[in-house]
C-alpha cells in the first residue's frame, strides 16, 4: 500500500507560512489603510505545494543456491529445473511450523503461502508462515485455492479480508485445480464459466492489491479450460515429468514452474512443494521490482 506524505507536507508548509508572516509584522512598518482599500489579491487563499511521497525500491534478497532433495526424483528429459539459478516453495498447514531462516539459508528465494480456500475457510498457518517467512527475508506472496460451489465475487473479498496489502509482498495467486477429492463439491463448471469466474476473481483482487496477479494450475486443468484464453494473469505450471514447454504448448509464457511435490528442505518438517522461477537472476530481480507490491 502506498503512503502519502501529503497532510505531514501540508502541515510544515502552513507553519512555515505562519511563521513568515509572524517575522513581516515586526519588520515592516505599519501603514494605516482601510478594510476596503485591500486588495482582492491579499484576500486570495495561499496556494499550498504538495510534496509528493517518495516511495523507495523494494529490496531483493541476494539469490541463494537451491540445496534441496526430493524423495521421488525424476530424470529430466531436455532442460531439466535446475537449469534456473532461482529456486522456492509454495506452502500451508501441512508443512508444520517452519524456520524460515533454515530454509532461506539451503535455497528458498520465495514462498507462496496458502492464505484462503472458497468463502469461509482460511489457512490456520497462514500468518504464522506469512510473518515467519518475511521475518527470514524470503520474498512471500499469498494463493488462494478455488472453490466451485461460491461466486468469485465471494471469494475475493474473502481473499481481501484475510491477506493484508503489504509494500513488497509479491502478486496474489489464484489457485485452479479440479478436486476430485471434495465432499461438498465435486461440480465441474464448464469451461466458459470458469474462466468468466476467473477474470472476475482476478479483476477484483488484482485492483486492491494494484498487481497483476498469478495463476497456478494443472496440467488437465490448463487444457479442459483453455486457461490461455484468461487475459491479464501470469502463469505458474504444474509440470513434474517434463518442461512446462511440452506439458503447456498452448502456453505463451510462464512465470513459475511447480517441478516437485515431494521435496525436502533442511528447516522444514514436512515434504514440501519445489517451485522455479522463469529466468535469470537478474531476470528475478527485475520481476521482484515490477511485480512486488
Same mark, same amino acid.
Given at each position: ?7 505531514? @507536507?501540508? *502541515?510544515?508548509?502552513?507553519? =512555515?507560512?505562519? *511563521? /513568515? ?10 501603514? =494605516?489603510?482601510?478594510? !476596503?482599500?485591500? !486588495?482582492? @489579491? ?17 529490496? $531483493? ?7 534441496? @532433495?526430493?524423495?521421488?526424483?525424476? +530424470? ?15 506452502? !500451508? ?9 533454515? =530454509? ?60 493484508? %496489502?503489504? %509494500? ?11 478436486? *476430485?477429492?471434495?465432499? &461438498? ?24 492489491? +494494484? ?15 483453455? /486457461? ?11 509440470? $513434474? ?21 515431494? *521435496? ?11 517451485? &522455479?522461477?522463469?529466468?535469470?537472476? @537478474? ?8 511485480? =512486488?507490491?
Amino acid at each position: 500500500m502506498k503512503r502519502t506524505g501529503r497532510g505531514v @507536507a501540508m *502541515g510544515l508548509a502552513l507553519m =512555515a507560512l505562519v *511563521g /513568515l508572516g509572524a517575522c513581516n509584522r515586526h519588520a515592516l512598518p505599519r501603514v =494605516a489603510m482601510s478594510t !476596503s482599500s485591500v !486588495s482582492l @489579491a491579499a484576500r486570495a487563499p495561499v496556494a499550498v505545494p504538495v510534496v509528493a511521497p517518495v516511495v523507495a525500491p523494494v529490496m $531483493v534478497p541476494a539469490v541463494m543456491p537451491a540445496r534441496f @532433495a526430493e524423495t521421488h526424483p525424476v +530424470d529430466w528429459p531436455g532442460r531439466t529445473p535446475h537449469a534456473y539459478p532461482v529456486h522456492g516453495i509454495d506452502v !500451508s498447514r501441512w508443512q508444520g511450523r517452519i524456520d524460515w531462516h533454515t =530454509a532461506r539459508a539451503h535455497g528458498v528465494n520465495f514462498a507462496f503461502i496458502k492464505a484462503t480456500e472458497g468463502a469461509d475457510h482460511s489457512d490456520p498457518a497462514f500468518l504464522d508462515h506469512w510473518f515467519g517467512a518475511g521475518a527470514a527475508g524470503v520474498p512471500r506472496g499469498a494463493y488462494h485455492f478455488y472453490y466451485f460451489c461460491r461466486s468469485a465475487a465471494e471469494q475475493a473479498a474473502w481473499f481481501i479480508a484475510n491477506v493484508p %496489502r503489504e %509494500r513488497g509482498a509479491l502478486p496474489p495467486v489464484l489457485d485452479l485445480e479440479w478436486n *476430485g477429492e471434495s465432499k &461438498t463439491c465435486p461440480h465441474r463448471p464448464d469451461p466458459a464459466t470458469v474462466r468468466a469466474e476467473a477474470a472476475t476473481f482476478l479483476n477484483i483482487v488484482g485492483k486492491h492489491y +494494484d498487481q497483476q496477479p498469478i495463476v497456478y494450475t494443472t496440467v488437465d486443468f490448463w487444457h479442459d479450460n483453455e /486457461l490461455w484464453r484468461v487475459a491479464g494473469m501470469q502463469p505458474w505450471l504444474r509440470a $513434474v515429468t517434463k518442461h512446462p514447454a511440452e506439458a503447456y504448448p498452448d502456453a505463451q509464457s510462464w512465470a513459475f514452474w511447480q517441478y516437485s511435490g515431494t *521435496g525436502t528442505i533442511p528447516g522444514i518438517p514436512e515434504k514440501v512443494d519445489l517451485n &522455479t522461477f522463469a529466468g535469470s537472476e @537478474a531476470d528475478w530481480v527485475r520481476w521482484v521490482a515490477g511485480n =512486488a507490491g
